[in-house]
Each structure stands twice: as C-alpha cells, then as structure tokens.
C-alpha cells in the first residue's frame, strides 16, 4: 500500500508503473538516509554535524515509509487500507501472509533495516532532545508487533535497549508503549 494514491481512473499499467517510480524514490531516499547516518556515526566528527532536522526527518522517513509501504507489505494484519472489519480474525489473516515478491519493496526494507541498526550507534555519539528520543521511541517499540519483518526486530531492539540504558527518564515510555500495544 503507499499512500500517494494515482486517480481512480487510472488503467492497471499506470499503477503498476506508478507503484514502481514511488518505490525507486523510496529506495533513492533511504540511500540518502542512509548516507547521512553514516556520516553522523563516523568516528570524531564535529558537533556541528549533529543537525537535529537530519536525524528527525530520517525518523519519519522510516516511520512514514514502515506504517505505509513495509508492515502491509509484511503482515496481512497492517495491509487494511481503512481499517475496515472484515469478519477475519487476526489469526486468520496471519495464517495467509505472504512475504513480499516486489524487489523494490524488499530492497526498501532491508535499507530500513541499515538504518535502524544505525541509531543505536548514534545514541551512544550524540545526545538528543527528548523529543527526538521520543519519536525514536515509538519507531523502535512498533516493529514488536508486526509479523514476519524479525531482522527488523532485532535492529528495534538494539535502539530500545539504546534508549533504555542512556536515557532513564524514556524507560518507562518505552514499557508504556509496549504494555499498551500488548493490551
């Protein structure tokens, strides 16, 4: 599912051309993501290369692009466009999922995943506001529940543990994300 949908009317091969250009950009932006954090996670770099608007626009990047392109592409659960009840149960739609074939689309994730795996070294060279922690957070407690994306969990689970040991005021945001995700 992405989520700058074409016209209605447009023919099946639109859309599937369509599709195809949003993933090529959405390849060229994790690329770019990818090359920055790099930079920022470089041994002995200035202070002044740590731009918060960087690192915070990477963080929707990966959000943005994790809630609309990978985690319906994954899990069956997430790919309800409305969130429309269609008498199945979790379980059920679980139980159906298929793994993604478009190369585009796993080549994004797999660039999703670099760049979660990433954050926590960026954790330990920097100290961030805590509204960006915050946001990071979130982004690294939501693969839990998803099906089917586990290098993505275990990349989320270095950044939690990240979190949870630099900054003891998000500890108990990150219990409380995952304790009411579990309800």
Avoid: W
């Amino acid at each position: 599912r992405l989520t700058l949908h074409p016209e209605p009317e447009t023919l099946e091969t639109d859309l599937y051309t369509y599709q195809k250009e949003t993933l090529g950009r959405m390849q060229v932006s994790a690329e770019a993501a990818i090359s920055a954090f790099h930079i920022l996670t470089s041994p002995d770099m200035p202070k002044a290369v740590y731009l918060e608007d960087v690192i915070e626009r990477t963080v929707q990047f990966m959000r943005f692009h994790l809630i609309n392109g990978v985690y319906p592409a994954y899990d069956p659960v997430y790919a309800d466009p409305k969130g429309k009840d269609d008498g199945q149960s979790v379980k059920s739609k679980r139980k159906k999922s298929v793994l993604p074939t478009n190369k585009l689309l796993v080549s994004v994730y797999n660039k999703t995943v670099e760049i979660m795996e990433l954050l926590p070294d960026l954790l330990n060279v920097q100290t961030l506001p805590d509204t960006l922690v915050l946001q990071i957070s979130t982004l690294s407690v939501s693969p839990f529940f998803v099906e089917n994306v586990g290098t993505l969990q275990l990349a989320a689970l270095s950044v939690c543990r990240g979190i949870f040991c630099q900054y003891e005021k998000h500890r108990q945001i990150i219990l409380d994300d995952i304790f009411s995700s579990l309800a």
